[in-house]
């Protein structure tokens, strides 16, 4: 029998041995957390390390380096970065069993998930407008692969969504989706909108808040792409996971990124179409990916709340 694998767990003692890579003595890793990539704590005497392997399949070695270029122009900005091995190279090949891997060592981003509320939303926000000032002016020989843009927000994750919909909610649901898609990208042609780096999944989440001062993380989404998306996606978040507290933590998260940095009415009126388009990539990533989510979710009551969601996010889409 040929047993096929789609995403190994690789051991923490293993691990270990990858570190010797790393002019750090490593004395202790231990496993964090599986998802679209894994992530190991490795602590040293003195230092505490992350070191993150990449999947098959999701990001080649070409989209990492672009992502290492732009965390390391943005070093210094509070941001967790790359450290080199002894040879110079960040990247470590690991031939595991579904194929190669690619594995990074990071600094260690001290404190904790910044909790929401009024005064750390205003810290989220400022941080996201420096980081976007920050990256106005990088660089990278590196491609990424895509763009934040409506192919890959929209149109990639439709091809993915559709016949999942069909299957369990019938035409009507497959039909909605794809008016409410067409919507967006018209809407969204008739606006000038600003483009640039973009961190591509900045909330909470990928971040730790120490003394006040709020370090970014998990740069796997970002990308060259809409930055009103980047913005949009804190406002997704507050909008699924705060709701009771919302509205003040939106305006003061707002409040913030406009302190560092102006937002065009173009891009402010975009906003609430690229919630959407967030709703829509987080589906099918998750779709696409059922070795990290599973599948016991696909169901009709998660799809229809769904279809809810993109008729009630987007003004006149009530009664598609």
Not at 76 to 103: C, H, Q
Not at 111 to 129: A, M
């Amino acid at each position: 029998m040929d047993i096929q694998v789609r995403h190994s767990l690789i051991h923490k003692d293993s691990i270990l041995q990858i570190i010797d890579e790393h002019d750090i003595e490593a004395l202790q890793c231990d496993f964090l957390a599986r998802g679209l990539n894994d992530t190991y704590l490795i602590t040293t005497e003195k230092e505490t390390y992350i070191y993150r392997l990449y999947r098959t399949g999701w990001r080649d070695r070409e989209a990492i380096l672009f992502e290492l270029d732009a965390i390391n122009h943005l070093q210094g900005d509070r941001v967790s970065f790359p450290i080199k091995k002894k040879d110079g190279n960040y990247l470590t090949e690991v031939k595991a069993p579904e194929g190669v891997r690619y594995g990074v060592l990071f600094s260690y981003s001290k404190g904790e998930r910044p909790q929401i509320n009024v005064e750390n939303s205003k810290i989220i926000g400022e941080t996201l407008g420096r980081l976007h000032n920050k990256s106005d002016k990088l660089t990278t020989q590196h491609e990424r692969g895509f763009e934040l843009d409506t192919e890959h927000l929209l149109d990639e994750q439709v091809a993915v969504i559709s016949p999942i919909l069909k299957k369990c909610l019938g035409n009507e649901a497959e039909e909605t989706l794809h008016i409410v898609v067409e919507n967006i990208k018209t809407d969204l042609t008739e606006l000038n909108l600003e483009t640039g780096f973009c961190h591509g999944d900045f909330h909470n989440h990928n971040m730790h808040i120490h003394d006040g001062v709020i370090e970014v993380f998990d740069f796997d989404c970002c990308a060259m792409g809409y930055r009103a998306y980047d913005v949009a996606v804190s406002w997704w978040n507050l909008k699924n996971n705060y709701k009771n507290i919302e509205t003040e933590c939106w305006d003061a998260f707002l409040q913030g990124y406009l302190e560092e940095r102006k937002l065009a009415d173009d891009d402010l009126k975009s906003l609430p179409l690229f919630i959407t388009a967030r709703r829509i990539w987080l589906l099918g990533t998750m779709l696409r990916n059922d070795d990290v989510w599973g599948t016991n979710w696909i169901n009709s009551r998660s799809l229809e709340l769904f279809i809810w969601q993109l008729k009630t996010d987007r003004l006149g889409d009530e009664d598609i």
